[in-house]
Structure formats: C-alpha cells, structure tokens
C-alpha cells in the first residue's frame, strides 16, 4: 500500500465544488456552523484510509513470526494477544470512522438542494426513506442511500455498535505459510454484526477482516461521490460549468491562528516514551 494519504480532492474531487454551492446559499452568521458539520465527511473518509493503512501495516508485522528457523512450508501460528490486539486497534479505527463518515453525508442531504429537517443519524434517515417518510427529498438520492445502508451501512453499524459497546470483534488469528510460500493471516469478523448478545456471535464461515474493510471502504467513497454528484446537479442544474470551478475546501479549526515573534508549543519528538511511561505507572500503582 503507498504511504501517500490521499487528500480530500482525491477522495471527493468535487466536493469543493458543492461547499461553494452551499456557501453561497448560506447566511453570513451561519457559516461557521455549516463547515463545522460539513469538514466531517472528507476527515473521517481520510481517517478511514489511515485506519486500513494501518491494519496493513500491522498485518505484515503480524506474520513475521513466520520467519523463524523452525518455520516451515505449511507451518501455522496461533497469534498471541500481543500480536492481535494490534489488529484489533487498527479494525477498531476503520469502524470509528467509516461510521462516523457515513453519518457525516446527513448536514449535506439535509441542504441539497433545499433546507430539510432530517435526523442526524444515517440509521434513522435511511428507516424514514423505507417508510416514505421523505417525499421532499430526491428520489434518486433516496434510492442510492437505502441500497448502501442495507448493503454496507447496516454492517458497519453493527460491527462499529459492537466494537464500542459490547465486545471485541476480532476472531483469534493464525498466521500460515500457504501454496507457494505466500503467508496469511486468517483474521474473521463475525457473520452476525446484528446480534444483540455477545456470546452468540458467530465465526462460522467468518467475514476476513480485511477483504470486509477494504470493500466497505470503496463502497463508501463511491457512495459519497455519487451523492455529491447528484447534489451538485441539484444546486446547479442551469449552471454546466459548476464543476470547473470547484475548490477544496480548508476550514480553520478552533481559535483563530495569528504568528508571532515568539510561540508555544509542545516538543516534537514528545521527550517520552509512551509504552515506557505506561508501564511505569502501572507498577507505581500497583501492589506487588
């Protein structure tokens, strides 16, 4: 995988357009609030892309254990907690934000290409469209977005609801030298991201880690792209040359930013050893 994070021109080209369209319909006082909500869809896309670079990542540091001596052609190693838990991090991240990305296309439905009242959460918007609850909204968005949340979305939910309230996801992980001295990593997901009690998730096939985060992510980014698509042709359906003058959006964060003769900060590389730092104060807390 390139090490490039691709930037949120590459994962949306035209979403610059489409915030220019949105900008010039919204009032003065409210356009901070707008890119508040709006900055959200490109950041968790792009935190989605880092999420599997870093579970690639650790998937190749995984199967190292593979290159011991003793390993040969078709040797299979049970990987220990801390050779998983690593993965289980990084399947974590991907979910965090591939959620929060999908729920972070709602403040840009909600305006395109007028001003609906809608809920925030992609669950309840997608529940409203299968009951019709909509009719104001665009039928071609409506469609688009209910494939999706019942192809993908309702996955995602549901592994993303279980990672953060009920239980790690991730199976136990054997690494294996397979036909032709490829290594694996046989590394599941549950087949039932739905079910309500833990202790009944399900194995069996499994869903591979990896396989899943890589289709859901693709799926999400055309899914974003299509809905930008389709706003802009909303917005400026008179207007043939929207697109040629897009922009990318930069929104400031926070305090306003001033320069100066003199400037604080924090220390980079920070003079601290994380792992080390956490270990030490485990043993300072602790009895032994």
């Not at 220390?267 to 104060?281: I, S």
Request: with cysteine.
């Amino acid at each position: 995988m390139t090490d490039a994070l691709p930037s949120q021109h590459d994962i949306i080209p035209n979403l610059g357009t489409l915030d220019r369209l949105l900008l010039a319909k919204t009032p003065a006082d409210r356009v901070s609030g707008m890119q508040r909500q709006t900055e959200q869809l490109p950041y968790y896309l792009r935190g989605a892309c880092t999420a599997i670079r870093q579970l690639e990542a650790t998937r190749v540091e995984a199967v190292t254990v593979l290159a011991a001596p003793s390993a040969g052609p078709h040797t299979q190693v049970i990987l220990p907690p801390d050779k998983v838990d690593p993965l289980s991090f990084a399947i974590d991240f991907y979910l965090f934000c591939a959620r929060r990305a999908i729920d972070a296309l709602v403040p840009y439905i909600s305006r395109c290409p007028r001003n609906l009242s809608l809920p925030a959460s992609m669950k309840d918007l997608a529940g409203g469209i299968a009951k019709s609850k909509y009719p104001k909204l665009d039928p071609q968005v409506q469609t688009t977005l209910l494939s999706y949340w019942e192809q993908v979305g309702l996955k995602i939910k549901g592994y993303r609801d279980q990672t953060s309230h009920k239980a790690i996801i991730l199976s136990n992980c054997i690494a294996f030298n397979g036909a032709g001295g490829v290594s694996g990593l046989k590394m599941l997901l549950p087949d039932n991201p739905e079910e309500k009690r833990p202790s009944e998730l399900r194995y069996e096939p499994g869903v591979p880690a990896m396989g899943f985060a890589l289709d859901s992510l693709q799926q999400t980014i055309r899914l974003a792209n299509v809905l930008v698509e389709r706003m802009i042709d909303l917005m400026a359906s008179d207007d043939p040359s929207a697109r040629s003058t897009g922009i990318v959006s930069i929104a400031m964060r926070g305090a306003p930013l001033r320069l100066a003769s003199t400037i604080s900060g924090e220390p980079v590389p920070f003079p601290v050893n994380v792992f080390q730092l956490a270990m030490k104060t485990a043993r300072d807390a602790s009895r032994n």
